[in-house]
């Protein structure tokens, strides 16, 4: 049996989040306004130093 599935379903979800200050990510230096993919966890930690700012779930009144 493969277990290909398996690995998949171990990858953690990502969030997009958008740098409000120079920051380097996987190596590249990136600038304000970039937009970058994230695990949870990571969006934590760069919400606590000020990297990306803490985002407020929207809500739709539709």
Known sequence: MSRSNDSAAQQPEL????????????????????????????KTWLESRGVVGIQQEETSNV
């Not at 969030?15 to 990571?42: D, F, N, P, R, Y």
């Open 15 to 42: 969030v997009e989040v958008v740098l409000e200050k120079t920051h380097t990510h996987m190596g590249q230096s990136l600038k304000a306004g970039a937009k970058i993919s994230v695990t949870a966890a990571q």
